[in-house]
């Protein structure tokens, strides 16, 4: 089992910036992509950025320029820089971590909230 645990949300101005984070514990060994995902109200969850064990890095269009998702595997943890932040990108941000197993993990999201 992963548990995953986000922190970093909060609010802020358009033009702003927040750093999230995502620890993972447990059976992290196994982990090989990890990733973000938000909701917005009424909306479905979208995937925002993931990275593999490998480095590879991939972007939703809306966020490309402006997010950065970087891993420090020493600390289990797993960021994203999110800057210039736009009102459309307030949402819960989720931290999703894929192990092999095949196994799926989530954590309890985070709220992000961009003033306009």
């Known amino acids: 089992q992963v548990q995953l645990v986000e922190s970093g949300g909060g609010l802020v101005q358009a033009g702003g910036s927040l750093r999230l984070s995502c620890v993972a514990s447990?059976?992290?060994?196994?982990?090989?992509?990890m990733a973000w995902f938000r909701q917005a109200p009424g909306k479905e969850r979208e995937f925002v950025a993931s990275?593999?064990?490998?480095?590879?890095?991939a972007y939703a269009d809306s966020v490309k320029g402006r997010f950065t998702i970087f891993w420090d595997n020493a600390k289990d943890t797993v960021y994203l820089q999110m800057n210039d932040l736009k009102f459309e990108d307030t949402a819960v941000y989720y931290c999703?971590?894929?192990?092999?197993?095949?196994?799926?993990?989530w954590g309890q999201g985070t709220q992000v909230t961009v003033s306009s």
């Open positions: 999703r971590a894929l192990a092999t197993g095949p196994n799926e993990y």
């Open positions: 990275m593999r064990s490998n480095s590879n890095t």
């Open positions: 447990g059976r992290t060994f196994g982990i090989y992509n």
